[in-house]
Nanobody, 121 residues
């Protein structure tokens, strides 16, 4: 397994969750890492990405509530999610690619399995 996501679950509105995505070293060190989510009946969307150098980009809905970070010692990327809302309910997936933009993953993409996040009202 090249990307292994974990940390999803059920949380009440206003609560927090931290997702983690462990990657093999060769993938982690050279690629942009990102988190996506897909809600029922909707398209998958980019939440946030982080470059090997630590530069971050966020979707507008994630700014101020979600934080992406990378632990280089553990080849792991995290997504800290605070002030969760029922609208954040979705399957969350991590990905890696040479370059990740809002609309595309450039180069060979890698995907982890999804992890369900459910926010109750």
């Amino acid at each position: 397994v090249q990307l292994q996501a974990s940390g999803g679950g059920l949380v009440q509105a206003g609560g927090s969750l931290k997702l983690s995505c462990a990657a093999t070293g060769s993938i982690f060190s050279r690629n942009d890492m990102a988190w996506y989510r897909q809600a029922p009946g909707k398209q998958r969307v980019l939440i946030a990405k982080i470059t090997p150098g630590g530069q971050t980009t966020y979707a507008d809905f994630a700014k101020g509530r979600f934080t992406i970070s990378r632990d280089n010692a553990k080849n792991t990327v995290h997504l800290q999610m605070d002030s969760l809302e029922p609208e954040d309910t979705a399957v969350y997936s991590c990905a890696a690619a040479d370059q990740i933009t809002t609309d595309w993953l450039w180069g060979r993409p890698y995907w982890g399995q999804g992890t369900q996040v459910t926010v109750s009202s």
